[in-house]
């Protein structure tokens, strides 16, 4: 089941997917909201994930570890900003924060599952907002996750260090393809609100 945690501020929106395992992609910035609510709903947090390594994604990562002992999932590209506080790619600068560097323990790559029991999460390379973000999708349910690749009403940014405009658009083509077959029936982006297939159609146009 997925439980989403929704921001209209500069924090990004977070999902608490639930089964077997939990895990909580995209802590964003406040941690207090992550850690309470696992608390009042009594899980126990298995991983996080990161959909891409930026400070709005990735700020809270190291207070939820700390306090769940969950392990800490990212693209391995990804990955290694965030094991050496890279702040010219984690972006924290923008934040006025620092970023507290984390241990990464499960570097992902295009195809890769993410097991949480009943719900299995494939992970989907789609590089452009930064070399290694990542889309999430439960192919049984048709839920994707697409973190700042895709919005509702538009796509991620390709001007900060690291993005690409046309690795962007190689991105929506993998996705449009998914969604042409049938398969994508919900997204759930970073930041505003969740769509459907049709979110995926749209960013498309933008490339035509």
């Known amino acids: 089941m997925i439980h989403p945690l929704y921001s209209d501020s500069l924090d990004c ?41 930026h400070f709005d994604h990735t700020g809270a990562d190291k207070a939820v570890l700390d306090e769940t002992g969950a392990k800490l999932a990212a693209h391995e590209i990804d990955a290694l900003p965030l094991e050496y506080a890279d702040s010219s790619l984690i972006l924290s600068d923008l934040f006025g924060k620092p970023f507290e560097r984390v241990y990464v323990d499960v570097k992902l790559e295009d195809g890769f599952i993410i097991d949480l ?4 999460l494939q992970v ?20 994707l996750f697409s973190g700042d690749t895709v919005f509702a009403e538009g796509v991620g940014r390709t001007d900060f260090p690291g993005g690409s405009l046309d690795a962007l658009s190689e991105s929506i083509e993998k996705l449009s393809q998914l969604a042409s077959e049938g398969d994508i029936k919900s997204v759930y982006p970073g930041h505003g609100p969740a769509s459907d297939a049709g979110a995926i159609a749209r960013a498309k146009k933008l490339f035509a």
Do not use: M
């Open 13 to 53: 929106n977070a999902f608490v997917v639930f089964d077997d395992k939990t895990c909580v992609i995209d802590p964003g910035i406040n941690a207090l909201r992550i850690i309470s609510f696992l608390r009042d709903e009594g899980f126990k947090l298995d991983y996080v994930v990161n959909t891409h390594c």
């Open 117 to 120: 029991g009943g719900t299995k």
């Open 124 to 143: 989907l390379h789609t590089p452009g907002h930064t070399q290694g973000s990542i889309c999430l999708f439960d192919e049984e349910t048709g839920d």
